[in-house]
């Protein structure tokens, strides 16, 4: 039972090419959040998710697409890969949007070439 | 302008040489402050919640203290496994959370 999981762990792809990153969880936890994470940067929210069919942008959304049609998974799709988008994406998961700690996936290491 | 900055970027420490991490913000309406520990190749993971002013909370070797404008992550007597880069964020009104961008702690044997 891995609680959240993220594939792939690693990822090379050309610029202009749609690229989708998965994120899975045990746990039915409501609220799931795609992070971007670059040197330098802290954590920056792309989209998350209060529960199933429900979306929201985040912080720096443009250029990605998400959906959440399960409760259990929340994938995130780069529609033409820019080099910008290379970094390291993390997928997480709360039980509630206040004040209460976050899960987080292993991450996937996206390098756009 | 919400925002988060944590200092230092990196701290090398001697084992068992107590130190502390800092955590200053501005934001609207503070609901929270959150300490989470990140490994190399890992995720971040959760350490603490800190809601108001006055506020510490404790585990094992690190304790962490919050007033109006920052946050202290105090380590007492760090051992090598103490090693990670340790994230702040803050939680504003709007339920957002806004990231530092860490800080590298090295401990040396």
């Known amino acids: 039972d891995a609680g959240i999981t993220q594939s792939p762990r690693y990822k090379i792809t050309e610029t202009g090419r749609q690229v989708t990153l998965m994120c899975h969880q045990t746990w039915s936890h409501s609220y799931m959040f795609w992070y971007r994470q670059d040197l330098g940067h802290g954590l920056r929210l792309i989209y998350y998710s209060a529960a199933a069919d429900i979306t929201d942008k985040g912080e720096v959304p443009d250029g990605y697409v998400v959906s959440r049609s399960k409760t259990e998974n929340f994938p995130l799709t780069l529609e033409s890969a820019t080099r910008s988008q290379t970094s390291v994406y993390f997928c997480?998961?709360?039980?509630?949007?206040?004040?209460?700690?976050?899960?987080f996936g292993q991450g996937t290491r996206l390098t756009v070439v | 302008e919400d925002q988060v900055t944590q200092s230092p970027e990196a701290l090398r420490l001697q084992e068992g040489e107590s130190s502390s991490l800092n955590c200053s913000y501005t934001v609207s309406g503070l609901r929270g402050l959150f300490w989470y520990r990140q490994d190399p190749g890992k995720g971040p993971e959760f350490l603490f919640t800190?809601?108001?002013?006055?506020e510490e909370k404790e585990k094992e070797r690190l304790k962490a203290t919050l007033t109006k404008k920052e946050s202290f992550l105090h380590i007492t007597a760090p051992k090598p496994e103490d090693s990670a880069t340790y994230l702040c964020?803050?939680?504003?009104?709007?339920?957002?959370?806004?990231w530092g961008a860490g800080t590298k702690l090295i401990i040396k044997p």
């Open positions: 800190l809601y108001s002013a006055g």
């Open positions: 964020a803050v939680q504003a009104s709007n339920y957002q959370l806004i």
């Open positions: 997480a998961t709360a039980d509630a949007g206040g004040s209460t700690e976050a899960f």
